[in-house]
């Protein structure tokens, strides 16, 4: 019983240096941990029977995006910063569909990178000096043109994000779907949909 009681906190405690050893490279503290990355897949495979094809916005160092590359609907992938998406095409191969573009230049339409009828998987930020009536205006109007938005936060709770406060008052349904502490800082995912 004791030796089972030791044996399992060694195991955690080589768990917690592994994670906080492993910054996946990106040259920052702030990054995405493989069991957010797990959360996020699993939380967007709820939706891939509805849609044909996914929009993966913010891939970074690639933590959460590596979930999706063998997804059951395929996921095209956009990414602004030129550092990441050198990364991202050394990471998982010129062949895999990565649009170097800034979000709010994706068009509203059916096209691959359109906003329109997909999945959108968002781990680009959205709070502080992120949120912008810009903002407010691209989620609405691809939630309205058929879309789910699968969006991660290191805000844990939705009244604390303005964007998902002005669209719930408008009618939209933002639901949190999980939280995960082994992240730095711990992260939440929330699903946002046209009620
Ligand atoms: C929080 S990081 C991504 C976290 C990622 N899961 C990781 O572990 O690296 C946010 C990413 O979104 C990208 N990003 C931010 N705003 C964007 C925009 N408007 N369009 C496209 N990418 C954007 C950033 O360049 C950054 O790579």
Redo the contacts with the bound molecule.
């Keep these: 019983m004791l030796s089972l009681g030791i044996s399992s906190t060694i195991h955690r405690n080589k768990s917690i240096m592994a994670y906080l050893t492993k910054f996946?490279h990106?040259g920052s503290v702030?990054?995405?941990s493989n069991q957010f990355?797990a959360k996020m897949f699993a939380v967007a495979a709820g939706f891939f029977q509805q849609y044909v094809r996914g929009v993966f916005?913010?891939?970074?160092?690639?933590?959460?995006?590596q979930y999706f590359i063998q997804a059951n609907i395929p996921f095209v992938y956009?990414?602004?910063?030129p550092a990441?998406v050198r990364q991202f095409h050394e990471r998982f191969g010129a062949h895999t569909p990565l649009l170097a573009?800034?979000?709010?230049t994706l068009p509203l339409d059916d096209s691959s990178g359109g906003l329109a009828n997909c999945l959108i998987v968002s781990?680009?930020?959205v709070t502080g000096p992120?949120y912008s009536e810009r903002l407010v205006e691209q989620f609405r109007d691809a939630l309205n043109s058929g879309s789910t938005i699968v969006q991660?936060s290191y805000t844990p709770f939705v009244r604390q994000v303005r964007l998902f406060e002005r669209l719930q008052k408008e009618g939209f349904l933002i639901e949190r779907k999980g939280s995960v502490l082994m992240n730095i800082p711990p992260a939440s995912v929330f699903v946002l949909r046209k009620s």
Aim: hydrophobic fraction near 40%.
């Design positions: 996946k990106t702030i990054s995405s990355g916005v913010g891939t970074g160092s690639g933590v959460v995006a956009v990414e602004k910063h990441f573009k800034d979000f709010f781990c680009m930020p992120f991660m």
